[in-house]
C-alpha cells in the first residue's frame, strides 16, 4: 500500500516477474468501485498458478526495502509478509533487560513503513513510551514519569507522595487529571503460606502493594483504590512467592480508563479486574483464584500484560503464559457475558516460537488489526513486535538487535505536528550526493557521518537526524539503487503522504450493501480515503 515500484523490484532480488507477482498479491487493493463487492466468486476463479503464488507470498518474508538507523540506535530488521502496516505511527521503547546489550535504552516513532520518525536515547531503562489522553507523549525513566511537549522537551510530573513510583503504567486524562500507578508497603504475618521452594513465609513479611491514585490539575490525591484492601496472600501464584520474608501482593502491570471503569492487570495473581472508579469497587474479576467467569472455549491466561478496552463487553491482553505447560505467547480478544458469565475467546494470536517470560502488550486498532509486543522473549534473533490483519495474516514481524526487548508498543497518530527535515539528492563531479534543504546545528547520517553533504558510496537506504527536543528527528528516506543513474525522483517514504489507507470510510457487504453492523464469521470490504479497499473477516 503505497509502496514505490523499485523498491518492490529490488527488494524481490531485481527479478521483473516480481512486479507480477505484487499485483497478483494485491488484487483485494486495487482501486475500488462498489460493483466489485458483488463478485466473491473472483476468488474462486483464481487459477492454480495464481494460488500457488499467493501461498508461496503468505508464507515466505518479503524484503521489501531496508531499514536505515543512525548509530547510537539498536538496529532493527523488519521481515514483511504483506503490505505496510494499517498503522500511522508506531510509539515504542526497547529495553535492555538481557545482557550484554551494548547501545543505550530508547524512545522511537516509527512510520507506517517502519522507518524512524524521531528517537531518544537514555543509558537508564525507558519505559511505557505512548501517546497520552491529553495530547502529550508520556515514558517513565528510573520510576519517574515524564510528558514531552509539543518541541519534544521533557516535563517532569507529579509522583507519588509518600510512597514509591510504580513504572508499568500512567494516564494523564483530557480533564487534566493523573491516574498514576504507586506502590506502598507494609507487613503481614505469612505463616502457614509457602514459598515456591517450599518455604514457609516469615512472621513478619514485607508486604508490596499497588496502589492507583488519581490527581487533580494540581498534583493533589481527589481518590486513590489500593490492591491491599482487595487482595490476600493466598490470591498469589506460589511460582511468584520467591522469599519467606518478601511478597508482591498484585503486581499490577497495566490500567485502563473508559471514564467509569478501571480495568487493571495484575501479573502474579493471573487476574485481570474490573472497578468501578465512581465508588472503588469490584465489579468483576477475570482469570486467578476469584475467577467471576467460565470460560467457554478458553484455558484461562497465565502472567499476562496490557489489558485493554476493546469496546463494549471486549477486553484484549497479553497472554505471556510464562509458567503454564504450554509457553509459547499469545495476544487474545475476550468478549466477557456479565449476566451469564461466560468468557469467550474471539480470536488469538499465536507465535510458537517464542517464549515470553514477562513484559509485552497487545493493542487491537478501530479496523481489527493489532500490534504484538512479545516482552522478554528468547531466543534472541526472534520477533519482538508483530503485526497481524484482523483476518489473522501476519503482515510483518520486527525483529530488535543488541539484545534488546520491548516492554510495550502502540499504533497512534502523533499527537501534535512534528517537521521532519528533507533531503534531497543531486549529482556533483560525476557523484550522487545528500543534503539536506534546511540548516540545523547537528546533523547524523544513517551511515554514520556527521557532514552536511553526503556523498554517497553505495546502494541503499539514507536517512538524515537533527537534533528535537530531548532526541533526534529524522529525515524523508532516500532509496540510492544505481550509483551511475540520475537521482530518485521522489524519496522511498514520503512524510507529508496525507493519503492514509488507515482512514476507513465506508464498510460494505458481499452484495454491496452498507454495513453499520459486522456479523461474526462473515466478509466485508472496507473501503479507505485514499480509494484502495480490502476483504476482512469479521470476528
Keep these: 500500500m503505497g509502496f514505490h ?13 516480481c512486479m507480477r507477482f505484487y499485483f497478483v498479491y494485491f488484487d483485494d487493493l486495487q482501486p475500488f468501485s462498489r460493483r466489485d463487492v458483488a463478485i466473491s466468486s473472483a476468488v474462486t476463479e483464481l487459477g492454480a498458478m495464481k494460488k500457488a503464488v499467493m501461498l508461496l507470498l503468505f508464507l515466505m518474508p518479503i524484503a521489501l526495502f531496508g531499514q536505515p538507523t543512525p548509530p547510537n540506535l539498536p538496529s532493527y530488521r523488519i521481515d514483511w509478509y504483506q503490505d505496510t ?150 490470591d498469589i501464584d506460589s511460582l511468584y512467592f520467591f522469599y519467606p520474608w518478601y511478597l508482591e ?71 505471556n503464559r510464562s509458567i503454564a505447560s504450554v509457553r509459547a505467547p499469545r495476544a487474545v480478544l475476550y468478549a466477557l457475558d456479565t449476566t451469564l458469565w461466560l468468557a469467550t475467546k474471539v480470536y488469538e494470536r499465536v507465535d510458537a516460537t517464542l517464549e515470553s517470560s514477562s513484559m509485552g502488550s497487545f493493542r487491537v486498532l478501530a479496523n481489527g488489526d493489532g500490534l504484538v509486543s512479545w516482552g522478554t ?43 521532519r527535515p528533507e533531503i534531497v539528492c543531486d549529482r556533483q563531479n560525476n557523484q550522487l550526493v545528500l543534503q539536506a534543504t534546511g540548516s540545523y546545528p547537528s546533523q547524523l547520517w544513517s551511515t554514520g557521518s556527521t557532514s552536511q553533504l ?3 558510496q553505495d546502494t541503499g537506504y539514507y536517512q538524515l537526524y537533527v537534533p528535537l527536543g530531548m532526541g533526534f528527528v529524522g529525515s524523508n528516506v532516500f532509496h540510492i539503487t544505481d550509483l551511475e543513474a540520475n537521482c530518485p525522483s521522489t524519496p522511498a517514504a514520503d512524510p507529508s ?24 464469521g462473515q466478509i466485508y470490504i472496507e473501503r479507505y480515503r485514499d480509494g484502495r479497499s480490502r476483504k476482512v473477516i469479521h470476528y
Design 497 to 520: 503522504d496525507a493519503a492514509r489507507p488507515a482512514v476507513l470510510l465506508e464498510t460494505y457487504d458481499l452484495l454491496g450493501r452498507p454495513a453499520s453492523t459486522r456479523v461474526a
Design 5 to 17: 515500484l523499485d523498491a518492490v523490484v529490488y527488494g524481490c532480488c531485481g527479478l521483473r516477474v
Design 85 to 234: 502496516m494499517i498503522c500511522n505511527y508506531m510509539f515504542l521503547s526497547t529495553e535492555r533487560f538481557v545482557l550484554p546489550a551494548t547501545l543505550p535504552s530508547t524512545a522511537m516513532i516509527l512510520d507506517r513503513r517502519g522507518y524512524v520518525v524521531w528517537y531518544a536515547t537514555s543509558e537508564d531503562n525507558l519505559f511505557t513510551f505512548s501517546p497520552q489522553p491529553n495530547g502529550t507523549l508520556a515514558f517513565n525513566v528510573n520510576d519517574q514519569w515524564y510528558a514531552l511537549d509539543s518541541a519534544m522537551n521533557p516535563i517532569a510530573k507529579p509522583t507519588c507522595a509518600g510512597i514509591a513510583n510504580d513504572f508499568h503504567d500512567k494516564i494523564d486524562l483530557a480533564s487534566g487529571h493523573i491516574l498514576e500507578l504507586c506502590s506502598a508497603d507494609t507487613t503481614m504475618d505469612l505463616r502457614g503460606l509457602y514459598t515456591y521452594s517450599g518455604q514457609e513465609g516469615d512472621s513478619m513479611a514485607a508486604v508490596r502493594y499497588n496502589v492507583v491514585n488519581e490527581l487533580d490539575a494540581n498534583g493533589a490525591i481527589v481518590k486513590h483504590w489500593r490492591g491491599i484492601d482487595h487482595f490476600s496472600p493466598a
Design 377 to 419: 522473549t528468547a531466543p534472541n534473533g526472534r520477533p519482538n513486535l508483530s503485526y497481524y490483519h484482523g483476518n489473522g495474516q501476519k503482515v510483518c514481524d520486527i525483529v530488535l538487535q543488541d539484545n534488546h526487548k520491548c516492554y510495550r508498543a502502540v499504533c497512534d497518530e502523533l499527537p501534535f505536528a512534528i517537521t
Design 454 to 456: 553526503l556523498v554517497v
Design 249 to 319: 501482593l498484585n503486581h499490577t502491570n497495566s490500567m485502563d480508563f473508559d471514564g467509569q471503569h478501571l480495568l487493571l492487570s495484575h501479573r502474579a495473581n493471573h487476574e485481570v479486574t474490573l472497578v468501578d472508579w465512581g465508588t472503588g469497587n469490584v465489579l468483576w474479576r477475570l482469570g486467578g483464584p476469584n475467577n467471576d467467569f467460565f470460560y467457554l472455549n478458553d484455558g484461562g491466561f497465565k502472567s499476562q500484560h496490557d489489558a485493554r478496552f476493546v469496546g463494549p463487553g471486549r477486553i484484549s491482553l497479553l497472554d
